[in-house]
């Protein structure tokens, strides 16, 4: 189960990922459960994005909501 911190943190990557820093406490956590993944940096940062796993996450809980 994800912490508040952590689902909040995961709509957030979902709806502003360039307003994310990619050494964030919560980004480490959701890397581990695979509900994101840390891009490449094309522009000098890393950029957070949400998996299709994380995506079908949100969806559930939207769902229960």
């Given at each position: 189960?994800?912490?508040?911190?952590?689902?909040?943190?995961?709509?957030?990557?979902?709806?502003?990922?360039?307003?994310?820093?990619?050494?964030?406490?919560?980004?480490g956590a959701?890397?581990?459960?695979?509900?994101?993944?840390?891009?490449?940096?094309?522009?000098?940062?890393?950029?957070?994005?949400?998996?299709?796993?994380?995506?079908?996450?949100?969806?559930?809980?939207?769902?229960?909501?």
């Amino acid at each position: 189960m994800l912490s508040p911190h952590e689902l909040a943190t995961l709509m957030l990557v979902k709806d502003a990922p360039e307003r994310m820093e990619a050494n964030r406490e919560e980004l480490g956590a959701l890397r581990e459960l695979q509900l994101i993944a840390i891009e490449p940096p094309e522009t000098g940062i890393p950029m957070p994005r949400v998996t299709p796993r994380g995506y079908a996450f949100l969806r559930a809980i939207a769902r229960a909501c």
